[in-house]
């Protein structure tokens, strides 16, 4: 059909008509036949979205994915195509400015706002988005301004920095976080996906001697994060100091010490890398042997 | 797999480790969502001289 089409603007046009007259009378019996054009027609892009608005009624971005770089603005539209298919998705679009009142919306590079999107996926970079029901996916995200209003954001791998978030789920890494309002991190993400890790140790510890009371090996491809640390001691009141550690090469990440014990809640994560064993090393002088016990809070990403 | 290997290699969810006078350490493992936890018995833990002693097998059909 759209050879067809294609050899009868040729053909009008070598009767002596104008190339616009020929390309409107193909466009009628096209319409007249209800044919809508393939995959792979160009040049339909923002003014075909700025009719569709206008007529309140579905738009469908002829072309391919390039025809829509640089729109300035889609709103209100719950039918947006752009591979040339009617649909309920608006896929694989560069760059976007303003996106509104979109059903679903996957593999956009760059956004500037976007809002009111009922599920987002694969977006490469964002300034700002707000009142999306689901977000999936995120990767390598420099900028957001403002994260409001989400209801579930999943799997955001890597964001360097948000300047505002109000409400956000199960964030892997963020980094650079001016203001945060109600958000799970890094500890929350953990034990929902089931990647926390406690050890508990316990162990003699003779008097006067600096001894390893806890030993953990970090698994295999898994960075280990120590977010709380503690150790304690059995007999009243005796003190002890202990230090966090990770070998080899062994340095000391953290130390503290107190009567009975003491708890650590660290303020940044204590890393050990893959295959590195972390150590809780402990020392008493009570002048007798006591019983130490340790713990270790961590997060295996 | 060992449970002594499984614990190096896997990411376990719980590790309880009772360090004895004789120098052995007892390592219990355990996953979320496993029905099981798995021991281990070790000399010198995590040392390059370190010595399995008694080890259990992990059921790996488990979550």
């Known amino acids: ?301 | 797999m060992k449970a002594s290997e499984y614990c190096k290699l896997k990411p376990v969810n719980v590790v309880n480790e009772k360090w004895n006078d004789d120098g052995t350490v007892d390592v219990t493992i355990y996953k979320q969502r496993s029905k099981k936890a798995y021991k281990f018995r070790a000399r010198n833990l995590n040392q390059k001289n370190e010595e399995i002693l008694e080890d259990e097998e992990v059921d790996e059909t488990e979550p």
Do not use: C
């Not at chain 1, 089409?5 to 390309?23: H, M, S, V």
């Not at chain 1, 889609?74 to 760059?95: D, F, H, M, N």
């Not at chain 1, 650590?264 to 893959?274: F, G, L, S």
């Open chain 1, 1 to 301: 059909m759209e050879a067809f089409l294609a050899g009868l603007i040729g053909f009008l046009i070598g009767r002596g008509i104008e190339p616009a007259d020929a390309a409107a009378v193909v466009e009628a019996l096209r319409t007249y036949l209800g044919y809508e054009p393939p995959l792979g027609l160009t040049g339909y892009a923002l003014q075909d979205i700025q009719a569709g608005k206008e007529a309140n009624a579905a738009v469908v971005v002829r072309g391919r994915a390039y025809d829509v770089v640089a729109l300035n603005s889609i709103l209100k539209q719950t039918q947006v195509s752009v591979l040339g298919k009617k649909g309920e998705r608006l896929e694989v679009a560069r760059t976007i400015e303003s996106l509104n009142l979109i059903e679903t919306v996957n593999l956009i590079r760059n956004i500037t706002t976007i809002s009111n999107i009922q599920k987002v996926a694969q977006v490469d970079m964002l300034t700002s988005i707000a009142n999306i029901w689901s977000v999936d996916l995120i990767d390598r995200i420099t900028l957001i301004d403002a994260i409001t209003n989400i209801g579930t954001l999943n799997l955001l791998n890597t964001v360097n920095l948000i300047k505002s978030i109000t409400s956000i789920d199960l964030i892997k890494q963020i980094s650079l976080i001016d203001e945060i309002t109600k958000a799970k991190l890094l500890t929350d993400w953990a034990a929902i996906e089931a990647q926390d890790v406690d050890v508990f140790a316990e162990a003699p510890l003779p008097n006067g001697t600096q001894t390893t009371v806890l030993s953990y090996n970090v698994p295999s491809n898994k960075t280990l994060l120590v977010f709380d640390w503690s150790s304690s001691i059995y007999g009243a009141d005796v003190g002890v100091w202990a230090g966090l550690a990770v070998t080899s090469p062994f340095n000391w990440l953290d130390a503290a010490g107190g009567i009975r014990g003491f708890h650590v809640a660290a303020t940044k994560p204590k890393r050990a890398d893959a295959g590195k064993t972390v150590e809780i090393r402990a020392m008493q002088n009570s002048g007798v042997q006591q019983i130490a016990r340790s713990h270790i809070a961590g997060a295996l990403i």
